[in-house]
């Protein structure tokens, strides 16, 4: 794929699985968790749309690429296991 082909070739691909974990959202996590299971959902989205551009769009990554996704990833695990006292 080169410039210009991989939005109408790779974004519906690349869509699907991302939206797809998004549909029942709202109907399966009790209203207490759900800005956890947000949570876990962003780090999850920007990740894996960094590791989608490097596949489908051969994209590069430099540090700030990796790093940001890191602190991302990092951010949602600090979110999702910390201790609570309920």
């Not at 974004?11 to 299971?37: E, H, T, Y």
């Not at 959902?41 to 551009?53: H, K, L, N, Q, T």
């Not at 769009?57 to 979110?79: E, K, P, Q, S, T």
Request: glycine share 14%.
């Amino acid at each position: 794929m080169g410039p210009g082909h991989a939005p109408r070739v790779a974004a519906p691909p690349g869509k699907l699985p991302l939206f797809s974990q998004a549909i029942p959202a709202g109907q399966a996590v009790p209203d207490d968790n759900f800005g956890r299971f947000l949570a876990a959902y962003g780090g999850i989205f920007v990740a894996g749309s960094i590791a989608w551009g490097m596949v489908a769009d051969g994209y590069r990554l430099d540090r700030f690429d990796v790093i940001g996704a890191l602190v991302c990833l990092a951010g949602m695990a600090v979110i999702m296991y910390a201790p609570r006292s309920h």
